[in-house]
């Protein structure tokens, strides 16, 4: 009975901080600068097409 309250919880806590750390990677700025770095080239190539 213990064993089995001991491996709930432990998946709990890996299932917990997973959690935790996937929300605090997105909120990072780096990422996201980079992710609108991508659309910003993906603009620019977009507005040189329609110029030529």
């Known amino acids: ?3 089995d309250l001991l491996y709930i919880s432990l ?3 890996i299932f917990l901080i997973s959690l935790i750390l996937m929300q605090t990677i997105g909120k990072l700025p780096f990422i996201k600068k980079r992710k609108l770095s991508k659309a910003k ?3 620019n190539n977009h507005i040189a097409e329609r110029k030529n």
Do not use: E, I, Y
């Open 1 to 3: 009975m213990d064993v």
């Open 11 to 13: 998946l709990l806590n």
């Open 41 to 43: 080239v993906r603009l």
